[in-house]
């Protein structure tokens, strides 16, 4: 399979976008392959593209009060998608991808993956990245009722891929769409970009950004708060927060949070010489690995990223108008991958008292958690590029079957515990 492409919708922060380059990275160590990148997120020109990876942004959307509005252009929302999807038929028809994943949504926003969908007529194997929390299971059931998600699948997929360990928390068991299509999903284990093609060390840019913190000796708390838009509280209680004696306080804002936001964080920094404010940093491995406490929200990305480390780290997940981040965290927590603050009890002081308590952070177990999944990926393309399977739409049944005997994930051994 020599050209990829993959479609991520980005109306909210950039975790879609930064997963999608993460897998992207992983193909490309493979000599030879073109992969090109359709996303909603016209930010993505900030970051590196991987080696033979070009991308194609889309008119941009966002969330407003959990509807989807153009974030910019001046139209109705229908025009903007009618655009977005004349441009997504237009790049994979000239493309001709081998091999089309996209990100969490079968048909796209509002159905805009369709046309193209159907344009490709079976001639590229089309998998369906998950995240391995989605929402609530019920909120997930009548989401795929009402937008005939499992039909959709059914109809136009080859493979449904699940960004996670089913030891931590299987969709499969838990989402009645998944278990219908069982027989199509790999659950590939997180994704930890220092394997399987993440970028190891830090660029440049980092480092000049790191140097001009100026940071003191002593330890470095962080606080991160994914892309931004609804982060401004948790930001604001950590600045206010006690840190402990030598400890350096560090805010990534995120560069969606709006700019009154941003500028009262500053000024509270301006005030406390323990305190620094970056508004965007294209990587954040470097600060990762400096610090010594994080408290974060609980996006997938962020979350792969601390637990990977194993650093201790504090959630204060979103838990409107999705409980994705909540059940993730509540997940993790269990397999002492973390601790959970819900931010119904977010305060200066809570923020104060945790990051006060020395206590030795152990972190998961070895092993206890599956970060393989930028390594199967490879794998994974090859199955599909060897499988004998029925061409074209219209389809009434999986064409991925499940070996005799087995669950719908990545052989016998992950099933074991032992991947």
Not at 156 to 169: H, I, M, Q, S, T
Not at 215 to 231: I, K
Not at 277 to 284: L, M, N, R, S, T
Request: hydrophobic fraction near 40%; aromatic fraction near 4%.
């Amino acid at each position: 399979m020599r050209r990829i492409a993959l479609y991520s919708h980005d109306s909210q922060g950039l975790g879609h976008l930064r997963r999608n380059l993460a897998i992207a990275e992983a193909f490309s160590r493979t000599p030879g392959r073109a992969v090109l990148l359709l996303t909603g997120a016209r930010e993505a020109g900030v970051f590196p593209m991987p080696p033979g990876t070009d991308c194609l942004s889309l008119p941009a959307l966002h969330k407003a009060e959990g509807r989807y509005a153009p974030r910019s252009l001046g139209l109705e929302l229908g025009e903007v998608i009618d655009l977005r999807s004349d441009m997504i038929r237009a790049a994979l028809t000239r493309f001709a991808p081998d091999l089309l994943i996209v990100d969490k949504h079968p048909l796209g926003v509002h159905g805009e993956m369709e046309p193209a969908l159907r344009a490709l007529g079976g001639r590229a194997k089309v998998v369906l990245g998950l995240r391995e929390v989605l929402d609530d299971p019920a909120v997930v059931a009548r989401e795929w009722r009402r937008e005939r998600t499992v039909e959709s699948i059914h109809e136009l997929y080859d493979a449904v891929w699940v960004y996670g360990d089913p030891r931590v928390y299987d969709p499969v068991a838990r989402y009645e769409g998944l278990g219908d299509v069982a027989g199509l999903v790999r659950q590939t284990g997180y994704l930890d970009r220092r394997n399987g093609g993440g970028r190891s060390v830090s660029s440049e840019s980092e480092d000049k950004l790191i140097a001009s913190l100026e940071l003191p000796p002593g330890g470095l708390a962080l606080c991160l708060v994914g892309g931004g838009e609804d982060g401004a509280r948790l930001a604001g209680d950590f600045a206010r927060a006690a840190l402990p004696p030598r400890t350096t306080g560090v805010i990534v804002t995120g560069p969606f949070m709006p700019s009154q936001e941003r500028q009262r964080l500053h000024r509270l920094a301006a005030e406390n010489r323990r305190l620094r404010i970056v508004e965007f940093i294209e990587e954040p491995a470097r600060l990762l690995d400096l610090a010594d406490s994080v408290i974060s929200m609980g996006g997938y990305n962020t979350v792969c990223e601390l637990v990977a480390r194993g650093k201790r780290t504090l959630v204060v997940p979103r838990v409107r108008p999705r409980t994705e981040q909540l059940i993730r965290a509540r997940a993790l927590e269990r397999h002492g991958a973390l601790a959970v603050l819900h931010p119904d009890e977010l305060s200066p002081q809570a923020l104060s008292d945790w990051l006060s308590r020395e206590v030795a952070w152990p972190g998961p177990p070895q092993d206890a958690i599956d970060f393989g999944g930028l390594e199967r990926i490879p794998a994974l393309v090859d199955e599909l590029a060897g499988a004998d399977l029925g061409r074209g739409v219209g389809r009434s049944r999986p064409r991925v079957a499940c070996p005799a005997g087995t669950r719908p994930i990545i052989g016998a051994a992950m099933a074991a515990g032992q991947a």
